[in-house]
């Protein structure tokens, strides 16, 4: 027998009225904007807070989501203190610095590069995927060519740190899969933004996990895996181990979850206890996740204790903690 819940979800009707039900009066994205969450801009960890004021820069003029999540994310990427974004990133195991990106707007565009090396602003190389291909990503080698197509200029990132980091690694580490004791460093930057016309973006970068395997690709290039973009609902974004992202398809997960009504944060902690109910050994592994929905509504969540995320509402820059599984 076909429940009524399972015959509003079969109907397109039914899902119009459960999405505009939640979501979408115009009573509330009234109220979101005089909270002031419109414009706002969310971005993973510590770092996240000169990211976000980039990317503020761009909102506060009214400009477009896109652009200020593209900006934002590259003060990151050329900062050779954030170890594990763009330039100062660890290396892999051979010492080859591999950077993994991706970008994607309000109309559901996406681009996406992967296995990319010695550019220094790989979600730049990302946005013109999206914009100058009919395609959605690419890698290595042809990803390098068609950057230097793009005008972007080849540069060594490994810094004197990252190698001297590498090199002490290299007298103890083990050719086996990582874990978070041995391999504590989760720090891609994500970034969500709305703008001032209540359009969405989000972007990913990341020299993904120190001393993977040559060729490893994480979740971070991956759409819908580290992030995803729903104009209609909202946007979500993850750092963390990779492979549990993509295994669960995260950020897609959250987004939908958003659209059954969940809000932002309950929709991250669906998306952890997804990655918990399916890997006995979750409690070896960290994953945060962030989302935003169209309103300006923000939460999080993450596997363990210590997930940090930045927030700026134009008033505010703030670093918030987010609400782990093992609190
Ligand atoms: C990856 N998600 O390559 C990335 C790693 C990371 O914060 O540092 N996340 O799997």
Redesign the pocket.
Known sequence: MTTRRQFLIQTGAGLAALSAGKLSSAKELASAKEEGKRPLVIS?WKHGLASNEQAWKILAKGGRALDAVESGVQVAEADPEVT?VGYGGGPDREGHVTL?SCIMDEKGNAGSVAFLQNFMHPVAVARKVMEETPHVMIVGEGARRFALDQGFKEQDLLTDQARKNWQQWLKTGKYKPWSPASNP????ISMLAVDQAGDLSGSCT?S??AYKMHGRV???PIIGA?LFVDNEVGSAC??????E?MKTVGSFLIVELMRQGLSPTEACKEGVQRIIRKNPNWRDVQVGYLAMDRLGRVGAFAIHTGFQYAVHDGQNNVLMDSAGYTD
């Open positions: 993973t594990s993994d460093t989760h720090d891609t990341t993904g996990l994480g979740d971070s580290a993850a750092t963390g181990v990779g492979e992202v």
